[in-house]
Nanobody
Framework: QVQLVESGGGLVQAGESLGLSCAAS????????MGWYRQAPGKQRELVAL???????EYGDSVKGRFTISVDKIQKLAYLQMNGLKPEDTAVYYC???????????????WGQGTQVTVSP
């Protein structure tokens, strides 16, 4: 069964750094776009960072210059390095990936279960 598992969330103080990891597991034929989204209480889920299958990146306006996304397609891992964290970065962070299962030629979107990031003032 194909799934995404995030790790690395936690509690940090403003100005500190934190890294998130996302591992895709199962029988996967192809890894497409991978990215991170977040959802704060009472707010809609928003894009944090995305890296396409050809290596192009896109960042949410609020994290540009502070966060960096990277992917290891061979290991099927996505990373999000978060620097200069602010209290407004507090949210549940979700990994998202477009994966083609080994037994299918159809790519589909997968979501991780989410990991909490809390930034104290």
């Amino acid at each position: 069964q194909v799934q995404l598992v995030e790790s690395g969330g936690g509690l940090v103080q403003a100005g500190e750094s934190l890294g998130l990891s996302c591992a895709a597991s199962g029988s996967i034929f192809r890894v497409g776009d991978m990215g991170w989204y977040r959802q704060a209480p009472g707010k809609q889920r928003e894009l944090v960072a995305l890296i396409t299958s050809v290596g192009n990146t896109e960042y949410g306006d609020s994290v540009k210059g502070r966060f960096t996304i990277s992917v290891d397609k061979i290991q099927k891992l996505a990373y999000l390095q978060m620097n200069g964290l602010k209290p407004e970065d507090t949210a549940v962070y979700y990994c998202h990936a477009v994966l083609t299962p080994l037994d299918s030629e159809v790519p589909r979107a997968y979501w991780g279960q989410g990991t909490q990031v809390t930034v104290s003032p």
